[in-house]
């Protein structure tokens, strides 16, 4: 294959570390809502579940638009600052001030706060951090074309990935009862939060480059009914979306489930960090055994080897699931398979957009990885709203010490067995995933069709 093919030139590790340190500035949001936002609403400020659930199940109708849209928006940008860079640099500012409002609820009737909580919610989730994350995880795509540039684009953002998930989830609740507690040290808090992820976005953008700028001849001026078909006869993009949707749910029952379980089984809510911190430790050294590990196995495999290991996991915290030591040593190794997943992820959806490119003749950048974000967030938000109704439904009340036993129930079955019935599922889904057997022979063919199309 010819060097000369658009975007395979290496890149430096300096821009490879700009880019991964801003994988835990946007997710910092994601690591709230998907962990403690439902328990804020619930315990903190007395919200009902099920008015909690509502907001998020219909949040997620207008999440879903919005990615779909945002990720034609983004196919179509074209400013001095690049596709994906320029919407960085725009969203980090009000991504900042967006993520504080959130937790500014103020005293008033139920109406009224159900009124903002609902306006907040979705203007964060669903306009801001679309466009932010989307953007971000869009970039991979735009740096480079290279393979194995790309995978330790996707590794190094793994690495950083848990420092922001480490201190949210796990030191969140410390931080809110050193500066006293109640609703405004959660805002001290999360306002802690945004300023640092501003300055690690600002790097973020400062120090990467957009290289790949392939224009197709069938990609110019596609409309978005044809973008979707694209999109959704792209196979391979289908099996790694669907692992996102179950990756969500599984980051969603294990994150909100275990504070409800720490504090209704073990007696404890502040323990949850113990636990959190073993989960999320995995993240800081596992993906970069990805590194030399790639070079022996495909990133496919490391996948699947990663869902064995967290399945594993799983089971020995079935062992003694009331003993805080064997609770921290099943999460360890949980989140050790967590981790070698979520280092080769993002590396296994931007070789579809090669693939779309090779089978159509229109590549979308913006559109497959928006779309599968959404699908990130679909499962998330779908998981949050019917857990705040099932929990609804089995007599929970945030407001009160003690809880019916159908609700502590509830809790401990969905926190002991959901999470194996995901990785079995996303296990599976791995298995039909064949796309690096063909790759190679699909990166030449395209370099000899751009080649006869600049000629």
């Known amino acids: 294959m010819s060097n000369k093919m658009q975007g395979l030139e290496k890149i430096s590790w300096r821009e490879k570390l700009a880019y991964g340190i801003g994988d835990p500035a946007q997710n910092i949001v994601f690591t709230m809502c998907s962990t403690l936002l439902v328990f804020f609403y619930t315990d903190v400020i ?247 590990a790639l070079k022996k196995t495909s990133k496919r495999n490391f996948a699947l080897a990663g869902c064995i290991v967290a399945l594993l996991g799983t089971a020995i915290i079935w062992l003694a699931p009331v003993s805080i030591t064997v609770m921290t040593v099943g999460s360890f190794v949980r989140g050790v398979g967590n981790a070698m997943y979520l280092a080769v992820c993002w590396a296994l959806l931007a070789d579809t957009v090669e693939y779309g490119q090779w089978k159509s003749g229109i590549r979308l950048e913006g559109m497959i990885f928006c779309a599968c974000t959404a699908a990130l967030k679909l499962g998330g938000g779908l998981t949050n709203a019917v857990m705040g109704f099932a929990m609804n439904a089995c007599g929970f009340d945030g407001t009160q010490a003690i809880q019916p036993d159908s609700a502590v129930a509830f809790i401990r079955n969905l926190f002991l067995y959901g999470p194996a019935v995901t990785w079995v599922i996303i296990a599976v889904l791995l298995l039909a995933f064949t796309l690096e057997k063909i790759y190679p022979r699909i990166m030449k063919e395209l370099a000899e069709r751009e080649a006869a199309q600049s000629n």
């Open 46 to 292: 007395g919200m009902n579940a099920a008015i909690i659930g509502t907001i998020m199940l219909i949040s997620r109708l207008f999440d879903g638009v919005s990615d779909v849209c945002m990720g034609f928006v983004l196919d179509k940008t074209k400013s001095k600052h690049g596709k994906a860079r320029a919407w960085i640099l725009w969203m980090t500012i009000p991504y900042a001030l967006a993520s504080v409002a959130l937790f500014c609820v103020p005293s008033g009737s139920e109406m009224m706060r159900t009124i903002y909580i609902f306006i907040t919610y979705n203007l964060l989730n669903t306009i801001i951090y679309t466009a932010l994350a989307l953007s971000f995880s869009t970039l991979s795509s735009t740096i480079t074309r290279d393979q194995e540039d790309r995978a330790h684009l996707t590794i190094l953002r793994t690495v950083f990935s848990p420092i922001s998930a480490l201190v949210v989830s796990s030191f969140t609740l410390v931080f809110v009862d050193k500066m006293g507690g109640g609703q405004m040290a959660w805002i001290k808090t999360v306002s802690i939060y945004a300023a640092i992820a501003v300055v690690l976005l600002f790097i973020c953008f400062k120090n990467t480059k957009e290289r790949v700028h392939v224009e197709t001849e069938r990609s110019q001026s596609v409309s978005m009914g044809t973008k979707l078909k694209v999109l959704f006869t792209n196979k391979y993009w289908w099996i790694v979306a669907l692992t996102y949707i179950v990756l969500a749910v599984f980051q969603t029952v294990v994150g909100t489930d275990l504070v409800y379980y720490s504090k209704y089984i073990l007696g404890n809510a502040t323990i949850v960090g113990y636990f959190n911190a073993a989960y999320n430790l995995p993240l800081f050294f596992v993906p970069l055994l990805a590194i030399p």
